[in-house]
């Protein structure tokens, strides 16, 4: 695409930012090669370069040596959010979470459309099954999976920027608490999905607050 010479820097940057945030260059995917970006961008090789190293000072790319430079996030606010963080206890995560959560359900019991309710019962059993098995990491990715398309009910893509950029970072908090033999969490589960598809906000509320706040008292 022809680019004006003013500001040519900032405008190939944004160009390569679309990229990722329209999913053509999704999460985990590596970006093209420098020359590749040249002749597709019309820019020279410098603007080229400044551009991918704005992305990867905004934590949005990461340049791996020998393999090229992939896409880690979508977002300057996901990846700086993801950074601070990740520095903290593992109560300050969990107030955080509470909190977001909270809010979400809260929000999410509002304004959940029948297609978000589906996903959600879908979503609930699907956690069930996962402490069928042993796999940690599938509960935890089970369990994330709910409370990602909690938040996603919410259809506020700021809460939902803000929510990714920490996902990572309460599931590394979270792996232990996945260990036992039994989910005693599970009828706490069911009954937030239920209170979002029945739009009820404050038990919603009420559930997710049931749900994280003896981890923070146990800490």
Same mark, same amino acid.
């Given at each position: 695409?022809?680019?004006?010479?003013?500001?040519?820097?900032?405008?190939?940057?944004?160009?390569?930012?679309?990229?990722?945030?329209?999913?053509?260059?999704?999460?985990?995917?590596?970006?093209?090669?420098?020359?590749?970006?040249?002749?597709?961008?019309?820019?020279?090789?410098?603007?080229?370069?400044?551009?991918?190293?704005?992305?990867?000072?905004?934590?949005?790319?990461?340049?791996?040596?020998?393999?090229?430079?992939?896409?880690?996030?979508?977002?300057?606010?996901?990846?700086?959010? %993801?950074? *601070?963080? =990740? #520095? +903290?206890? /593992?109560?300050?995560?969990?107030?955080? $979470? !509470?909190?977001?959560?909270?809010? %979400?359900? *809260?929000? =999410? #019991? +509002?304004? /959940?459309?029948?297609?978000?309710?589906? $996903? !959600?019962?879908?979503?609930?059993?699907?956690?069930?099954? =996962?402490? +069928?098995?042993?796999?940690?990491?599938?509960?935890? $990715?089970?369990?994330?999976?709910?409370?990602?398309?909690?938040?996603?009910? +919410?259809?506020?893509?700021?809460?939902?920027?803000?929510?990714?950029?920490?996902?990572?970072?309460?599931?590394?908090?979270?792996?232990?608490?996945?260990?036992?033999?039994?989910?005693?969490?599970?009828?706490?589960?069911?009954?937030?999905?239920?209170?979002?598809?029945?739009?009820?906000?404050?038990?919603?509320?009420?559930?997710?607050?049931?749900?994280?706040?003896?981890?923070?008292?146990?800490?």
């Amino acid at each position: 695409m022809p680019l004006d010479r003013a500001g040519l820097g900032t405008q190939v940057t944004e160009l390569f930012r679309s990229r990722i945030t329209d999913g053509t260059w999704p999460v985990g995917s590596k970006i093209p090669t420098e020359p590749e970006l040249v002749e597709w961008s019309g820019a020279g090789r410098n603007t080229v370069r400044e551009a991918i190293s704005s992305l990867v000072q905004a934590g949005i790319l990461r340049r791996e040596q020998g393999r090229g430079t992939f896409v880690v996030s979508t977002s300057d606010l996901r990846s700086s959010v %993801s950074r *601070r963080v =990740a #520095a +903290t206890s /593992r109560r300050d995560s969990l107030e955080l $979470r !509470l909190a977001l959560d909270a809010a %979400s359900a *809260r929000i =999410a #019991a +509002t304004r /959940r459309t029948e297609a978000d309710a589906e $996903r !959600l019962v879908t979503l609930l059993r699907e956690r069930n099954a =996962a402490w +069928t098995g042993h796999d940690l990491h599938e509960r935890v $990715r089970a369990d994330s999976a709910l409370h990602r398309a909690v938040v996603e009910a +919410t259809h506020n893509p700021l809460l939902g920027d803000v929510y990714e950029g920490l996902l990572e970072v309460f599931e590394e908090v979270q792996l232990h608490d996945v260990a036992g033999e039994t989910d005693d969490l599970a009828q706490l589960h069911a009954d937030l999905v239920d209170a979002i598809v029945a739009g009820d906000p404050e038990r919603a509320a009420d559930v997710m607050a049931a749900l994280l706040q003896p981890m923070i008292n146990g800490i």
